[in-house]
């Protein structure tokens, strides 16, 4: 039985020694349609030297036609470092996806290690996250 998006069909196989072939085809329901909704998404890590920038691309993406403008923001950075998107906020085709770009800047700070920093897309009262590892040398 093969099946598609569009439609389903099916041919029936003769058993051996038969010499019959039946088929059928109709078509599917769509179903239920996605509610309106968004998701945000990025590499998982990133690198960072002291007194240096780095970029990471973050990516919103549209679910049931969803169209409106997403705000981006980032959390979990040591004091010393900053932050910027370009652009945002973003506003993603219906069912389709943007990319921003975030610039990380070690100014100031003298903090070392692996911290796990979350990017937050927020539009109306709906919040989405997603999270990478940057580390900063």
Known sequence: ??????????TFVPVAGRTWTDTFADTC????????DFTV????????ALGGSATQSITVTSVGDFASSVKLTV?????GTSYAFSPNPVTPAAN???ASTLTLRAVTTTWAGTLS??????????????TF???LR
């Open 1 to 10: 039985l093969d099946l598609t998006a569009a439609g389903y069909g099916g």
């Open 29 to 36: 329901n769509r179903g239920l349609a996605l509610a309106p």
């Open 41 to 48: 998404a990025t590499t998982t890590a990133a690198t960072l």
């Open 75 to 79: 959390s979990g950075l040591p004091s």
């Open 96 to 98: 389709g996806k943007i």
């Open 117 to 130: 920093i979350k990017v937050k897309g927020t539009s109306g009262t709906s919040t989405r996250t997603t």
């Open 133 to 135: 590892r940057l580390t």
